[in-house]
């Protein structure tokens, strides 16, 4: 009889996907969390996998464990309870390092873009060829035949460290993690470790002054706008319902390709997975076809309309995507009035990155602020609070309360965007409460 995998922290964006792949791929499989709502748990219970509560009784010995890298034994019962009585497990970057090896493995590495990019690589490869995927918003899917394997492939406590695949993508590299990290210098040294395991290709943004001087044996792609890339957008055309560009290796041009995405960022993301099926040998009119028609993924410039209001939600946490969202925002609504609602997103982040969201919420019309967003792997010392930030801000900006969002209401035909990694939608969600009131129309 084979084991069940059981995943200690099944609601976990990379954790839920991959337990949605091996399930697609004919694995049992089961998992336990907190009893909260989650984003990821919706295409969980849809495709009936089992959400049990953390219980000591969930370890038997008919499950093979994976353990979400957040949780340790003195913050959960399961692993304390493995650690005790030696039960083996293995972390989810673990795991997946080892079953990558069954397949032509292609990674999308970077501090931003990540899952946008690996969700429109992983849209037009399963398409055209038998692939499977993992998603950092929590979408997964497997098939036991694939020749390919799409993942994210994150750089946290260089989580990367052991993956090996075939290519890659690196979007950026930007400091963040600064709970891990020392400094940029050190966020650009897991980057060069990740990338020397790279076997057949590495696809680099080319604009990145980091990426510039990675130094490994495997060929380098650089892809953006200079003359100097191997990958280059060209004719590049911005309009309220997307952009289009025409992409050129060298001299020789592959092909013109259309997003129905916003912002530069999501521009250079489009080149990158161009440049990727390009050198696979994917034929280039099939992926122009299909560019058009992916649909995003989740939390990434979600958008719904009610009435004659926007409002888009984000996971930017991070000023530089901050910057890229508000972009986009610009992008597609020119005319409108944009009010930045954002929620910082673990204490040391805030107090590093200070100076750094409050230039790029300049960007947007009005600011509204929830409070910071503290991680369980940090401890609140008080150094840093949100009015901290909102006194740096040159546009009008104001915190407001999880039970009193009214005073978003005061801006009309507006584009709301909504913006962070912690519980910002709790926020959203009593606001389109109040949308709902005055309007009927919810698109």
Do not use: W
Request: proline fraction near 4%.
């Amino acid at each position: 009889m084979s084991k069940t995998y059981h995943f200690v922290g099944i609601k976990g964006s990379g954790m839920s996907a991959l337990a949605l792949m091996l399930q697609q791929m004919g694995e049992k499989v089961q998992g336990s969390d907190q009893t909260n709502y989650y984003f990821t748990q919706r295409g969980l219970e849809k495709a009936g996998i089992p959400i049990l509560p953390f219980s000591e009784k969930n370890i038997t010995t008919d499950v093979e464990l994976i353990v979400g890298n957040a949780f340790r034994p003195d913050n959960n019962v399961e692993v304390a309870y493995a650690d005790k009585n030696n039960f083996p497990y293995k972390r989810y970057h673990e795991f997946l390092g080892a079953f990558m090896t069954h397949f032509l493995s292609i990674g999308v590495a970077g501090a931003h873009g990540k899952t946008s990019t690996t969700g429109m690589l992983s849209h037009i490869m399963k398409n055209i060829v038998d692939t499977s995927f993992l998603i950092g918003d929590g979408t997964g899917q497997g098939h036991q035949a694939a020749d390919y394997f799409v993942f994210e492939s994150d750089e946290y406590e260089r989580h990367f460290m052991p993956y090996h695949p075939e290519y890659t993508i690196i979007t950026n590299i930007d400091f963040d993690h600064p709970d891990y990290f020392h400094d940029i210098n050190d966020v650009a040294a897991a980057f060069q470790d990740y990338a020397n395991q790279v076997t057949k290709g590495v696809f680099a943004y080319g604009e990145d002054s980091y990426l510039r001087q990675l130094d490994i044996e495997t060929p380098i792609f650089y892809y953006g706008t200079e003359a100097n890339d191997d990958y280059q957008a060209r004719n590049i055309q911005r309009s309220t319902t997307g952009s289009a560009f025409e992409a050129y290796y060298h001299a020789e041009k592959v092909g013109e390709f259309a997003v129905p995405t916003y912002g530069k960022h999501n521009i250079m993301n489009a080149l990158a997975v161009v440049a990727v099926l390009h050198q696979l040998g994917m034929p280039m009119n099939k992926v122009a076809e299909l560019m058009p028609t992916f649909g995003g993924v989740k939390r990434r410039f979600s958008e719904k309309k009610i009435g004659d209001t926007v409002v888009i939600d984000d996971f930017a946490h991070h000023p530089t995507e901050i910057e890229a969202t508000l972009d986009a925002a610009r992008q597609k609504y020119p005319d409108r009035e944009v009010i930045a609602v954002f929620q910082p997103h673990t204490f040391t982040r805030t107090i590093a990155l200070l100076d750094d969201f409050a230039e790029v919420l300049n960007h947007a019309d009005s600011v509204y602020l929830a409070e910071i967003y503290g991680s369980a792997r940090e401890i609140d010392h008080h150094d840093v609070n949100v009015r901290d930030l909102a006194a740096k801000i040159a546009k009008p900006a104001r915190v407001i309360p999880e039970d009193d969002v009214s005073p978003l209401l005061d801006h009309k035909k507006a584009v709301y965007v909504f913006m962070g990694a912690g519980d910002i939608q709790k926020y959203e969600a009593k606001f389109e409460e109040l949308l709902a009131l005055t309007t009927s129309t919810v698109n």
